[in-house]
């Protein structure tokens, strides 16, 4: 099988090529079957796809945003989690299948970022199965899960990706941990929908996974699709529209037992979906629900109910593609500023505010572009240790935010039939004092994380801001 597979792409070529390709090809083969895969028939169609599409390459370009995010590590672990649980325990053997190929044909994934001052980039790195995936039985499955999540993959590690298969009394928790200047929560989505179809088409019919994204992971695609003359315009939009909010939530100060910490809040769809329903009412979105109670909570949790207040918003530029799908897997977000101007009387007075500020953003047709033309100045025309100085002049780094993933389709999550009966997500441990609340929602149930570095303290004060945030949205529910 391997052999006719080789051959049958190797004939196609001209006669002078042919000998080298089969070589080439069956080397890769070799380094396939090194790096873990033992599917004989994957190995010959992965490496004839890698090879003939130039995939196997040795070094790969830092995009702009690699270089943001590079440079926030002064701020935070610059890593992101993902979980999803599932009743069943997934065929191993297909996932190992599914996860190589996804490697060989993003590259980026097992690489180590390379910085030099000058131009840095991503150095293609050797790895094996046992870098990248990893089944967990254990009897503590929640602490395990912890301890993977709280853990971080260094930019000199040699992958950049790592799954983890925790089981348990037949079920199971797929954990994700990546670095975050590799993509996005967009990003993961795109990857993890792309694994599950690779995973369900492979245990299906046996058919090797070899449709990823390869597209271009540029910075430039997010005005790709725009008219000639609002990318013109967008393209001079230097200034950017950030969050000037000084206050913060009631951290303990910082200090040597600050530690990564998760801090998760699941709110039951009863409640989650009513405060839904009665904000349509109103206009208002499932966004500007979570955002009304993110606001109400720390206005409790502060007691500063006559002054305004800002909330950093996530906001994803894959908006302005015809076609996401086009782009590969890379960090395409921004943040918009959320206003009110008090504590309302009712949650429903700050619910309608919340909805008109975000509306009126909305209206704008560079929402989310400004500042990004001085984020590419600085990090392709300056020297990159010119560029981090330059732009943390500037950079705001939001004490307060939320960024929602939205709603996950439990059938684009499912593993052969089975959808997920749990999901969460979660950005980067911010050091202290941003809170940095990633919220999704999965059978009407609403999960909200936030991760930081900080003690037991600070983790109890922040199950208590959870707990004022779902006394908030039940006020809206019922109201």
Same mark, same amino acid.
Request: proline share 3%; hydrophobic share 40%; aromatic share 10%.
């Given at each position: ?88 325990? +997934? ?18 994934? @097992? ?8 131009? +840095? ?43 983890? !298969? ?70 001079? %939009? ?20 600050? @530690?990564?910490?998760?801090?998760? %809040? ?38 500063? @109910? ?17 076609? +996401? ?6 960090? @395409? ?28 953003? %909305? ?55 089975? +959808? ?21 929602? !999965? ?13 037991? %303290? ?22």
């Amino acid at each position: 099988m391997k052999e006719s597979i080789i051959k049958q792409y190797t004939e196609s070529l001209p006669i002078k090529k042919q000998a080298l390709a089969f070589s080439k090809i069956n080397e890769y083969c070799d380094l396939l079957k090194k790096r873990g895969l033992d599917d004989d028939k994957a190995c010959a169609e992965i490496a004839v796809d890698v090879v003939k599409n130039g995939y196997n390459v040795k070094k790969i370009r830092a995009e702009v945003y690699d270089k943001v995010n590079y440079m926030c590590r002064c701020y935070m672990d610059i890593n992101a989690r993902f979980r999803l649980d599932y009743d069943f325990i +997934p065929d191993i053997n297909a996932i190992k299948t599914v996860l190589i190929s996804l490697f060989e044909h993003s590259p980026i994934l @097992h690489s180590k970022f390379v910085d030099n001052h000058i131009a +840095p980039y991503w150095k293609v790195c050797d790895y094996d199965l046992n870098d990248i995936f990893a089944v967990t039985e254990t009897d503590y499955l929640e602490k395990d899960v912890y301890d993977f999540f709280v853990q971080t993959i260094k930019v000199t590690n040699n992958v950049q990706l790592k799954f983890n !298969l925790f089981v348990k009394d037949g079920k199971c928790a797929l954990c994700v941990l990546w670095n975050h200047m590799v993509m996005d929560g967009g990003g993961i989505k795109q990857l993890l929908g792309d694994v599950f179809k690779g995973y369900n088409e492979y245990v299906a019919s046996a058919k090797i996974p070899l449709d990823f994204r390869v597209g271009s992971r540029k910075l430039g695609e997010v005005y790709k699709d725009l008219p000639e003359e609002t990318k013109k315009a967008a393209k001079t %939009k230097f200034a950017n529209k950030t969050s000037k909010e000084k206050k913060t939530l009631p951290f303990t100060a910082p200090c040597a037992d600050d @530690h990564n910490i998760l801090v998760t %809040k699941v709110i039951p769809a009863e409640t989650f979906m009513g405060a839904v329903k009665k904000a349509k009412g109103f206009g208002a979105t499932a966004n500007d629900v979570l955002s009304t109670c993110y606001i109400d909570a720390a206005y409790k949790m502060l007691g500063c @109910h006559n002054e305004d207040f800002t909330l950093s918003c996530a906001v994803d530029l894959r908006r302005y593609m015809n076609d +996401p799908n086009r782009i590969g897997y890379a960090n @395409h977000t921004t943040f918009m500023p959320c206003t009110v101007s008090k504590k309302g009387e009712t949650i429903l007075d700050t619910l309608k505010e919340v909805s008109e500020c975000n509306n009126k953003s %909305k209206e704008d047709e560079f929402l989310g572009l400004y500042g990004l033309p001085l984020l590419n100045y600085a990090f392709t025309q300056l020297i990159y240790i010119q560029a981090e100085l330059m732009v943390k002049m500037f950079y705001n780094n939001a004490n307060l935010s939320v960024s929602n993933v939205g709603r996950l389709d439990a059938n684009f999550c499912a593993l052969d039939g089975n +959808p997920p009966t749990f999901a969460m997500g979660a950005g980067a441990a911010k050091k202290k004092n941003c809170a940095v609340a990633t919220a999704l929602s !999965l059978n009407g149930n609403a999960i909200i994380t936030i991760c930081i570095q900080g003690t037991e %303290k600070d983790k109890e004060m922040l199950d208590t801001f959870f707990n004022h945030m779902e006394d908030s949205m039940k006020e809206i529910a019922n109201s």
